[in-house]
């Protein structure tokens, strides 16, 4: 079993930045894939970005050029910066998890994005 804890939602300006955080926790052989999700209102949850255990990184068109992934492989946890946010950008914003062919989900953090 993997335990996902998130954190580093809030409320932001159009423009600002956020950084979210993802730790996962557990009994888990190793993981494979690591990314975000994100489900705005009346809307299907969407692949953000994830990255491969060897470092390859996939980004949803939307966010391309303005946000990063990163993940620190001693500490399970993997990173989203956030920059020039925009109100489109709002929703929850869920962990994800591949080991050994099994997905697991955060909670999910609310992302904010208004003036």
């Known amino acids: 079993q993997v335990q996902l804890v998130e954190s580093g939602g809030g409320l932001v300006q159009p423009g600002g930045s956020l950084r979210l955080s993802c730790a996962a926790s557990g009994s888990f052989f190793s993981i494979n894939l690591m990314g975000w999700y994100r489900q705005a209102p009346g809307k299907e949850r969407e692949l953000v970005a994830n990255?491969?255990?060897?470092?390859?990184?996939n980004y949803a068109d939307s966010v391309k050029g303005r946000f990063t992934i990163s993940r620190e492989h001693a500490k399970n946890t993997v990173y989203l910066q956030m920059d020039s946010l925009k109100p489109e950008d709002t929703a929850v914003y869920y962990c994800n998890v591949l080991s050994l062919g099994v997905n697991y989900w955060g909670k999910g953090t609310l992302v904010t994005v208004s003036s």
């Open positions: 990255i491969q255990r060897g470092g390859t990184t």
